[in-house]
């Protein structure tokens, strides 16, 4: 297992992109909370939580999450999946080392922008600081588990931008129009996976962050047995 993370490794971190679209994210998410802090009415009192709700949104995470897809996605672009799958017959070491390994990029990065708006939520009218150590938990498991859905998806697609923007597609189409037309029926929120985990995220109520999570596994257990079954 070490070996294959190694390899991993050192495959991710020789890719430029492999830094470079998680700092987009980060940067992206510093300068929404820039403007909201910025242009925020004299008198008003923004929560730290709130604050971050807003500004990391899934958006971001598509960014943060992209060497999810890419671990998956260049090796079958590439044509070097067989080469990796010889040089580790283990599957499952595979698949776990690709999944370990921008899970770690993600939470760095997820890290890094969530401090830094608490740096910018200084600059103005803010408060809830106390609330900044279960942010960095609840959006750092968000994206991961973001993150392993979009390298499901590349797997069952091998299709790298199928995984990026899949997703996100299914959150902004899928998920807002079924709610939109299905608004009658509040049970079938339960069935909505994104909508929910970006409730927890910003709330932490626990029925919503199990809904994602139950999402998250069925996903990534589907493309778990499609990458150790499937012939490369």
């Not at 909201?36 to 709700?53: E, F, H």
């Not at 922008?113 to 959006?139: H, K, W």
């Amino acid at each position: 297992m070490k070996r294959a993370i190694a390899y991993e490794r050192v495959r991710a971190f020789t890719i430029r992109s492999t830094f470079v679209f998680p700092l987009a994210g980060v940067a992206f998410t510093w300068a929404i909370a820039l403007f909201l802090i910025l242009t925020a009415p004299a008198g008003s009192d923004i929560g730290l939580a709130g604050l971050v709700g807003q500004v990391y949104s899934p958006i971001s995470a598509l960014f943060v999450t992209i060497p999810f897809a890419q671990a998956f996605g260049h090796d079958y672009r590439d044509g070097t999946i067989r080469l990796t799958l010889g040089e580790f017959p283990n599957r499952t070491q595979v698949y776990l080392a690709k999944l370990i390994v921008p899970a770690v990029v993600a939470v760095c990065a997820v890290i890094i922008a969530v401090l830094g708006v608490a740096v910018i939520a200084t600059l103005g009218p803010s408060s809830g600081f106390d609330a900044l150590p279960a942010l960095l938990l609840r959006e750092s498991l968000f994206t991961v588990m973001w993150g392993v859905m979009v390298a499901a998806i590349t797997v069952l697609t091998r299709s790298m931008p199928a995984g990026v923007t899949g997703l996100l597609i299914w959150w902004l189409l899928v998920e807002q129009l079924i709610g939109s037309l299905l608004s009658k029926f509040p049970f079938v929120f339960n069935l909505l996976p994104l909508n929910n985990g970006v409730l927890w995220a910003q709330s932490g109520a626990v029925q919503p962050g199990l809904i994602m999570l139950l999402a998250t596994v069925v996903l990534g257990a589907v493309g778990y047995v499609r990458f150790t079954r499937r012939d490369a």
